[in-house]
């Protein structure tokens, strides 16, 4: 239920589109190779120039199977979050709450507005 009300809500995000970071992003990500990617994830050194591996690649790897088809980008990004939402919903449990009180902490992790644009928008 609680997996068919996050769809609901969120239905709306899957008639946007890119905003100019994002197509700044997936224009560069066509001058980089998936080796460098790996490489820059496990180096410890800091970049100057803000290249960040792991959201960069995900434009590299969505931009080169999906182009821009702006739909796709957000369904894993959707599916990431869900599966935050139960594993949240699974420590609290762990921790000793109950059902009430750890579905109560899921559900304003999973809806809350501050996260609004981490969940429609994929560059942030």
Do not use: C, E
């Amino acid at each position: 239920m609680a997996v068919a009300l996050f769809l609901v809500l969120n239905r709306a995000a899957y008639k946007g589109y890119f905003q100019d970071d994002d197509l700044d992003t997936m224009g560069w990500s066509w001058f980089t190779s998936t080796p460098f990617y790996l490489k820059s994830l496990v180096s410890p050194r800091l970049t100057t120039d803000n290249f960040r591996p792991v959201g960069h690649y995900y434009y590299h790897v969505m931009d080169r199977n999906f182009g821009l088809d702006f739909p796709k980008y957000l369904i894993p990004l959707h599916l990431a979050h869900l599966l935050n939402i139960w594993l949240l919903w699974m420590v609290a449990r762990k921790l000793g709450l109950g059902v009430l009180a750890a579905s109560a902490g899921a559900f304003f992790f999973g809806f809350h507005a501050v996260l609004f644009d981490a969940w429609w928008k994929p560059m942030y």
